[in-house]
């Protein structure tokens, strides 16, 4: 069965930092790209940072650039999102996912995603 965990989520200043993991079972990322989303109360679900181990393509987006990092650890089959100077609009539920498309401009969530992180960043 794939499944992906996601963890690392909580309470932060503004301006603090967080790293989120995201553990996959069941595929490694040479079968799937996988990816970043949130979703903050009252808004859709976007996409935060991807990417595609097989051909080095990465999505990052523009409300995060410079700011959010997303790097994996295949012996662990762990991906990361290193997230830097938080703001508030940076409060969601983070969720990794598999990809179902990659480009420089956007990132579509795939079959498979995981339980979610809640990230609160108070002013």
């Known amino acids: 069965d794939v499944q992906l965990q996601a963890s690392g989520g909580g309470l932060v200043q503004a301006g603090g930092s967080l790293r989120l993991s995201c553990i996959a079972s069941g595929f490694t990322f040479d079968d799937y790209a996988i990816g970043w989303f949130r979703q903050a109360p009252g808004k859709e679900r976007e996409g935060v940072s991807c990417?595609?181990?097989?051909?080095?393509?990465?999505y990052i987006g523009a409300s995060v650039k410079g700011r959010f990092t997303i790097s994996s650890d295949n012996a662990k089959n762990t991906v990361y999102l290193q997230m830097n100077n938080l703001k508030p609009e940076d409060t969601a539920v983070y969720y990794c996912a598999t990809v179902a498309a990659l480009s420089d401009s956007d990132c579509i969530g795939g079959r498979y995603w995981g339980q979610g992180t809640l990230v609160t960043v108070s002013s």
């Open positions: 990417f595609n181990k097989g051909d080095s393509s990465t």
